[in-house]
């Protein structure tokens, strides 16, 4: 059984940082594609940041070059490090596990609430 375990969140004030973790079981790490995705209320679901097995990485524009996504395989855990924290990044935070090879083996965690407020 596939489970994806985000830790991490809190409050934090603007131009703050949080570094998110999202640590997985059940499931072989490296053949997946891992992603943080997130959802401010009222609004839909959108991505944030991907790691290929491979180490090839996709950011969100909103994101770029505040924050970095990286995995180790070692521990099955994927990080989300998120800088210059905005306002506008208040969201739940939600791990997700796609197989490269079986695409329709898509995994959700539970989420994290991230809150970006003075």
């Known amino acids: 059984q596939v489970q994806l375990v985000e830790s991490g969140g809190g409050l934090v004030q603007p131009g703050g940082s949080l570094r998110l973790a999202c640590a997985a079981s059940?499931?072989?790490?490296?053949?997946?594609?891992m992603g943080w995705y997130r959802q401010a209320p009222g609004k839909q679901r959108e991505l944030v940041a991907t790691v290929t097995s491979g180490g090839t990485t996709n950011y969100a524009d909103s994101v770029k070059g505040r924050f970095t996504i990286s995995s180790d395989n070692a521990k099955s855990t994927v990080y989300l490090q998120m800088n210059d924290l905005k306002p506008e990044d208040t969201a739940v935070y939600y791990c997700?596990?796609?197989?490269?090879?079986?695409?329709?083996?898509?995994?959700w965690g539970q989420g994290t609430q991230v809150t970006v407020s003075s």
């Open positions: 059940g499931m072989t790490f490296r053949f997946f594609t």
């Open positions: 997700n596990a796609v197989n490269t090879f079986r695409p329709y083996q898509n995994y």
